[in-house]
């Protein structure tokens, strides 16, 4: 079963909690939040206590996707704010301290994935797939929403499907970017299973038809 993750970075920040309301009503599986620090990124989004804020209204599961550079000094902040999954880019830090990050989430019993943009290879995740929860590939650059989607990344989106299967079964492989009900079905054909998708929700006034349609 396909998994919709609404990117709340496209939402209303003036009425964030009807938005996630709508998500659940919707049918929603889990809420992708985009932390960006200006630095890993070109862009500055939302942090902290505003996770905080969302984990305090909805029972949904928080995929936090960390866009920003040396993730391991905010492992703890985000889990004790109510992240269920802390995504963060394999690009971010050295291998050592990405390796320790993965170590921390995990010590606390939380859910783990790696990222990686589009120019990073799928044999980059090599070190790490086994002890991973989740995949997340990027199809646009990350840092803004409403970009296009990247077709050339489908390929790589293959390769990481076949690690999965050979290395950790149970992995999620998430999509973040450009994803819409025209793009959906060529991530799901090379093995998507969890789709991110912001505009493509939020700019609708028939959230769940679009959250239906997404999945296929
Ligand atoms: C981009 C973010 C995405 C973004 C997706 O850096 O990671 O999650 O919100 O937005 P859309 O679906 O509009 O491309
Ligand atoms: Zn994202």
Not at 64 to 91: C, N, Q, S
Request: one cysteine or more; proline letters at 6%.
């Amino acid at each position: 079963m396909i998994k919709i993750a609404p990117s709340l970075l496209a939402a209303d920040f003036t009425a964030l909690g009807k938005d996630i309301k709508e998500m659940e009503v919707a049918g929603a599986d889990w809420l992708h939040i985009d932390v960006m620090d200006g630095i890993f990124v070109p862009n500055i989004s939302i942090g902290i206590p505003v996770v905080k804020a969302i984990r305090g209204i909805t029972d949904l599961t928080l995929d936090v996707h960390l866009m920003i550079t040396k993730p391991i000094r905010y492992v703890d902040a985000f889990l004790d704010a109510g992240a269920d999954i802390l995504v963060f880019h394999l690009e971010a830090d050295e291998p050592q301290n990405i390796q320790a990050a993965i170590d921390q989430v995990k010590a606390r019993g939380k859910r783990v994935g790696l990222s990686l943009k589009p120019k990073t290879p799928a044999n980059t995740l090599i070190p790490y797939i086994e002890q991973l929860d989740l995949v997340l590939v990027m199809t646009v650059e990350p840092g803004f929403g409403g970009q296009a989607f990247m077709a050339d990344q489908l390929d790589k989106i293959r390769a990481i499907r076949a690690l999965i299967a050979a290395k950790n079964p149970t992995c999620e492989l998430e999509v973040d970017g450009g994803i819409d009900p025209k793009t959906a079905p060529l991530v799901i054909e090379a093995g998507a299973w969890v789709l991110v998708a912001g505009n493509a929700i939020f700019k609708e006034t028939d959230r769940k038809a679009v959250i239906d349609a997404l999945r296929g």
